[in-house]
């Protein structure tokens, strides 16, 4: 069975950090281009930052580049978002998730992904 639970979402100050984790079951993290996503009230679910194959290379969107890391391990068969310096733009409910096949066509696109975690609140204010 399929499966992904998201954990370490919560409140923090702007300029403060959070680390994001995934624990995945069903499928190998080294294997699938498993990602971040994140959808703020009002707006489309994005993507932030996905693994684009199984040599580790990663996707960030630009508006995260330079302050947000996506990490796995293996092991642990868990995916990581660190995320630091955070904005209160960077308030969202924010998902990890895996398309059905190891590849897709268009990296880190909402519809190239099929299986997703229930999402944890990440919510930047002072």
């Known amino acids: 069975q399929y499966q992904l639970v998201e954990s370490g979402g919560g409140l923090v100050q702007p300029g403060g950090s959070l680390r994001l984790s995934c624990a995945v079951s069903?499928?190998?993290?080294?294997?699938?281009?498993i990602g971040w996503f994140r959808q703020a009230p009002g707006k489309e679910r994005e993507g932030v930052s996905c693994f684009i194959n199984s040599d580790g290379s990663t996707y960030y969107a630009d508006s995260v580049k330079g302050r947000f890391t996506i990490s796995r391990d293996i092991a642990k068969n868990t995916v990581y978002l660190q995320m630091n310096s955070l904005k209160p733009e960077d308030t969202a409910v924010y998902y990890c998730?895996?398309?059905?096949?190891?590849?897709?066509?268009?990296?880190?696109?909402?519809?190239?992904?099929?299986?997703w975690g229930q999402g944890t609140q990440v919510t930047v204010s002072s």
């Open positions: 069903g499928f190998a993290v080294y294997y699938y281009p």
């Open positions: 998730a895996a398309p059905f096949r190891p590849t897709v066509k268009d990296i880190c696109t909402r519809e190239e992904y099929d299986y």
